[in-house]
């Protein structure tokens, strides 16, 4: 990245930006002005052209401008990774939200735009924890789940407890001065701060690449304290409705079942939708068009049904990501699971980028702003030292139970990774201002929280983690034989543990698998998915699709397929990449990485182990030829044209290239073109020139089978004979004859031509079927013919001085005779348009 | 099975084994009652048959090395101290152990131990050397002709 142009960049934008929201606040404004005027009745005098019809489309251009401002303002973020990197992403766009907070509170006097729960929590959340769950690291989940579900668990309760009854202790000593906040209002402020937040978490985690182990911990205990949370919310704040008196055994009881029911019922409604999901994906063969928006639709429908059934919505939307991401993989098509990978990562990103916004535009707002310095400093404080108790204790409790004990270094930063976020600040605008007096001074407290635990920690955990040199998570993906060699090691502990005869950890994860892989398997996954799931194969596949994936775009990076052919080229990949890519991605998904090679194809700095050797010597005198020789090898090879062109005419299908029809055009193109100019040769009319000698001429050759026949041709035809640009000869098609519309650029003065690949100007074009369908028994018989001919070289005498030596001509006299049968081609057009 | 366990192994034995292995005194005599259920001939030792008895053992893809490791060379049978000695390996190395134990021989379940484990997994024939037949028949059999093949771009 320049800097001097990235600086230009960054301010052109940032203007840009500015002058967005100046926009939408007055827009906002005239809106509001103009519903008055639109009270007034609605008589017009005359026909108006064109109208001003903002009412119309206020909303959804409101909602989606905003998007484009909160994408705008990530964009200009991003482009500096100078600051990204000491600042995380989610403090900078607080900043930015207090920016344009304030701009909108100077036009509108008041806060026109916040974050309101609905929006919140029907809108924005739930595609992060979909992808959250989604993209879960299942097996260091569910090894680590003791540990999360104590920390998730008790470790919320606690820090609940604690903060409300120190903040009401504090109360009682005098230290807040004079607020109307009871016990149990403590204890409901206490449980809606203490919930880690998931998307603070991966925000600010998301920079610092810690070992997994620590990630895991942090962050499942994010996902899952949302059942305690949600419990503990309801709980008081039906206690504070209730009032203090009635509070008795019963309804403690109660609250302590509710929590049960709340969080396993959560988790079964996830889990249900995920086996939902798994069934529709494995007979969705016939749509595979639309298969990858079942998941969000049937995602979504999880979070409302737990939402509707009073469940944790959070904890079920997570179980139908965990549960549904197998099943989904093996069933649908590769391209439908990259759809869903990319699609929401898109969402994911952008909802968390328009909640951090929102949580920086929130805070201009004089309403909320309750002043009291106590409250605010002693909350703050509590949360945080709370939290470092918590974790040191239940840790140490752990570790006398762990395998791998945690280091003192990594229960540091779980403590510290704690972080509050919109969540919590989402409770507190759902607070009822009339049972809590002090809504106001809530809000604003857990906004100071939020902004405490984001920005400040947020800013500083990075240094930490360097300063205390915690382990972080390993550069490199583990070599193929180090995951086999684990899987080794796990058959062997669990049969180990089947001699011995306990229990083990081992033992029930082995069950497990097994159980699913006789009885769910069978039930959620398609057959063919079902044969060929092995996972040592899985990732050789993988790693060959990148392999391929980089081979071809670096050759088109160099501009030649030269190196194809040469044997001894080697090209260094490591350095090309690394300098290249490691700028140019952004690592969205890095501290997600989870299963063998799934991520690291987005992650370009990562060289593939098994890497091809090229040695690119003899490129650099032969540039420029090579660059048209590329092109046109391209065009013959790639296929381009043709399928940009399929894919307008139909909606439902995204079909590839069915390789035989194409084939077979380029057969009957191929044997068309040849004729007409063998005719011509025949009838004496003016010998085509031959056309110089390329002398990368062998390339052809390397050319799998399949399209050899179609190289393997004289090249008579000159440049000069056709020499028209790639539009005009495009356009010698009669497009309204309804024939196949061929785009096929063309690029003249190409070494090579090949006739095929002209447009065909000949006025073969009105014919009304597809000439490849009409002709199909006769060009079968040419077909066959060609392939005969190819095994023998003609030895005709006029035929030698323009066959290149190594190309396989078909031209045999005998396959012209024979192919005289299909209707006599025009004379060639060599006049061009 | 209590009472019989309680009986055919002496206080002796057991201090032994705990200091030759490290178990507990209370891990050494469930074991010691889990070795006499999977002994059904009842004659103090264990054979294959006995071990391969284990159905999920069966279905493990390296049930057979496994059971090969308890048996020394060329024996067929096994006694309980040699179970107790190849389980030991697989116990958790704790720290205090490190200074602990000053006599010769490394305690059972040292790194080094456990690894001398793993390597006799693949070392199938027993020349402490693996051999890439030996390597190759560790990764699992699957259908090559079908996974080993892409669609190269033409």
């Known amino acids: 990245m320049k800097r001097c142009g990235s600086v230009h960049l960054w301010l052109w934008r940032s203007v840009v930006l500015i002058c967005l929201v100046l926009g939408v606040s007055a827009v906002n404004g005239e809106s509001k002005s103009d519903t008055h005027h639109h009270g007034n009745g609605s008589s017009i005098t005359g026909i108006p052209i064109v109208s001003f019809k903002w009412h119309h489309v206020e909303t959804p251009y409101l909602i989606v401008l905003w998007i484009l401002v909160a994408g705008v303002a990530k964009m200009v973020i991003e482009a500096n990774h100078h600051v990204t990197s000491v600042i995380p992403e989610s403090a900078l766009l607080i900043c930015v939200g207090f920016l344009f907070g304030g701009i909108i509170w100077g036009a509108d006097q008041k806060q026109t735009f916040s974050l309101t729960p609905t929006v919140f929590f029907f809108y924005l959340l739930p595609q992060i924890i979909l992808d959250a769950g989604y993209f879960m690291p299942n097996k260091l989940f569910f090894s680590n789940l003791g540990g999360i579900l104590i920390h998730a668990v008790i470790g919320t309760c606690w820090n609940a407890a604690s903060v409300g009854l120190s903040l009401w202790g504090c109360h009682q000593g005098g230290a807040m001065g004079d607020i109307d906040i009871g016990l149990l209002q403590y204890l409901l402020f206490g449980s809606l701060i203490a919930a880690v937040d998931p998307v603070a978490v991966i925000a600010v985690f998301e920079e610092v690449h810690v070992n997994e182990v620590l990630f895991i911990m942090v962050f499942g205990e994010s996902l899952l304290n949302d059942g305690v949370t949600v419990v503990l919310f309801n709980v008081f704040d039906a206690f504070v409705s209730l009032g203090g008196e009635k509070i008795n055994a019963v309804e403690i009881i109660k609250g302590i079942i509710s929590f049960f029911v709340v969080a396993f019922g959560g988790s079964l409604v996830g889990f249900v939708f995920g086996l939902l999901i798994s069934l529709l994906t494995r007979c969705t063969k016939n749509i595979q068009i639309i298969e990858a928006g079942f998941i969000f639709v049937l995602g979504y429908l999880s979070y409302l049904t737990a939402e509707m059934l009073s469940l944790s919505a959070i904890l079920s939307i997570a179980f139908c990501g965990i549960c549904c991401q197998k099943y989904i993989n093996a069933n649908m098509d590769e391209k439908s699971v990259i759809t869903v990978k990319y699609v929401m990562k898109v969402f994911a990103n952008g909802s968390e980028t328009i909640i951090f916004l929102f949580l920086g535009i929130s805070a201009i707002d004089k309403t909320i702003w309750v002043w009291n310095t106590g409250f605010i400093l002693l909350t703050v404080f509590f949360v945080f030292v709370y939290r470092c108790i918590g974790v040191f204790f239940l840790t140490w409790i752990q570790n006398k139970f762990r395998l791998v004990p945690l280091e003192v270094m990594d229960r540091i930063i779980m403590s510290y990774g704690g972080l509050r976020g919109a969540v919590a600040y989402g409770l507190a605008m759902m607070l009822d201002e009339n049972k809590i007096k002090e809504k106001n001074l809530m809000i604003g407290t857990t906004l100071i929280v939020v902004y405490f635990t984001v920005i400040l920690q947020g800013i500083t955990m990075k240094p930490l983690v360097t300063w205390l040199k915690v382990k972080r998570a390993s550069a490199n993906e583990i070599t193929l034989i180090e995951k086999v060699q684990n899987k080794v090691f796990d058959h062997m502990l669990v049969a180990i543990e089947d001699i011995s005869g306990q229990i083990g950890h081992n033992y029930m994860r082995d069950k497990w698998k097994h159980f699913e892989e006789k009885w769910m398997s069978w039930f959620l996954m398609k057959p063919s998915a079902r044969k060929k799931h092995d996972l040592v194969f899985d990732v050789f596949h993988q790693l060959n699709l990148k392999d391929a994936m980089n081979y071809v775009a670096e050759g088109e990076r160099r501009g030649s397929l030269e190196f194809i052919r040469n044997e001894t080229a080697f090209i260094d990949f490591k350095k090309k990449f690394a300098d290249e890519y490691s700028e140019a991605m952004p690592d969205i998904t890095v501290d997600m990485s989870d299963s063998y090679a799934a991520h690291s194809s987005m992650r370009r700095d990562t060289v593939p182990s098994i890497s091809l050797e090229l040695h690119d010597q003899n490129t650099n005198g032969l540039r420029e030829t090579e660059d048209i020789n590329t092109h046109h090898l391209l065009q013959q090879h790639l296929y381009k044209g043709r399928k940009q062109h399929r894919h307008k005419y139909s909606r439902s299908h995204f079909t590839v290239n069915q390789d035989e029809n194409e084939v077979q055009e380029i057969f009957q193109r191929t044997m068309r073109t040849r004729l007409e100019s063998f005719k011509s040769t025949k009838m004496g009319v003016a010998p085509p020139k031959t056309i110089t000698k390329h002398p990368k001429k062998d390339q052809q050759q390397k050319m799998p089978n399949g399209k050899s026949t179609d190289n393997g041709k004289y090249c008579h035809c000159d440049d000069d004979d056709f020499e028209f640009s790639g539009d005009d000869g495009a356009s010698g098609y009669d497009p309204s004859a309804g024939s196949f519309p061929m785009r096929v650029t063309y690029r003249p003065g190409a070494g090579i031509e090949n006739p095929v690949f002209m447009p065909d100007l000949d006025p073969m074009a009105p014919m009304q079927i597809p000439p490849w369908l009409a002709e199909a028994e006769l060009d079968s018989s040419t077909v066959a013919l060609s392939q005969r001919a190819q095994t023998g070289l003609p030895w005709t005498p006029s035929n030698l001085q323009r066959l290149a030596p190594l190309r396989i001509s078909t031209r045999s006299t005998d396959s012209f005779m024979m192919a005289d049968t299909p209707p006599p081609p025009p004379p060639p057009a060599k006049d061009t348009k | ?154």
């Open chain 2, 1 to 154: 099975m209590g009472s019989r366990a309680s009986t055919l192994l002496r206080e002796e034995e057991i201090e032994e084994i705990k200091k030759e292995t490290g178990f507990s005194h209370s891990q050494i005599t469930r074991l010691y009652s889990r070795f006499t259920s999977l002994d059904k001939g009842e004659n103090g030792t264990l054979s294959r048959e006995d071990f391969q008895r284990i159905p999920e053992l069966a279905i493990n893809p390296l049930g057979d090395r496994i059971i090969n490791a308890f048996f020394p060379e060329g024996e067929d049978q096994v006694n309980f101290r040699g179970f107790m000695r190849t389980l030991a390996h697989f116990r958790p190395i704790e720290d205090n152990e490190k200074n602990k134990n000053s006599s010769a021989s490394e305690p059972l379940n040292s790194r080094t131990n456990k690894l001398l484990f793993a390597f006799r997994l693949y070392d199938l024939d027993r020349d402490d050397k693996i051999s890439r037949d030996e390597l190759l028949q560790v990764l699992e059999k699957v259908d090559v002709e079908q996974k080993m093949s892409i669609r190269f771009l033409h």
